[in-house]
């Protein structure tokens, strides 16, 4: 049996002990589906927080699932953030609009998010974090795992204490 390259019909080469050696590529999931222009920043510009604010809200308003990749949050203070399900479905506060990473793409997130979003009430906690005053901290990411929002499920971040500066954004993508 002889295996081909694929490419131009040479055979592929074993080492002295007759392994097969191969030449790969890969790339996470996040940037094959950027590729096709369904990956998208949710960007919450700085702005003076009091304790127990939503610093971010975000809505899957798709029929798609909605895969939260990372979330970034710097605070001035040190603090809990709460990553929770909330009980409001009515947001209010500051619109902010997803990006698309893909700049070749024409493509809208389908997800409405808010910036200090004011009535927002605690649900179901996901994940709770510690940050440290200055600090930025990165969820999700480096836990080697994702949020998954199907159509109209939402999300947001709460911080506990009282703050002059907080900015950070959601990173994510439709499948």
């Known amino acids: 049996m002889q295996i081909e390259d694929g490419r131009t019909g040479d055979s592929v080469e074993v080492d002295s002990k007759y392994r097969l050696k191969t030449f790969s590529v890969s790339e996470s999931e996040f940037l094959s589906v950027n590729e096709v222009g369904l990956s998208y920043v949710w960007n919450f510009p ?20 909605l895969h939260i990749h990372h979330i970034v949050l710097y605070c001035d203070t040190a603090t809990t953030i709460s990553v929770h399900k909330p009980l409001n479905v009515t947001p209010a506060g500051t619109l902010v609009t997803g990006n698309n990473l893909n700049l070749t793409s024409g ?6 998010a808010y910036q200090d979003e004011t009535v927002g009430v605690i649900g179901t906690i996901i994940q ?6 200055n600090g930025v901290l ?38």
């Open 46 to 65: 700085a702005y003076n927080y009091a304790a127990g604010d939503t610093v971010m809200w975000l809505r899957n308003d798709s029929n798609s699932n």
């Open 107 to 112: 493509n809208e997130a389908e997800a409405t």
């Open 128 to 133: 709770t974090e510690y940050i440290a005053a």
């Open 138 to 175: 990165t969820i999700f990411k480096e836990d080697g795992y994702q949020l998954i929002l199907g159509k109209n499920d939402v999300i947001a971040i709460d911080l506990t204490t009282v703050g002059t500066s907080t900015f950070g954004h959601i990173a994510g993508f439709y499948k």
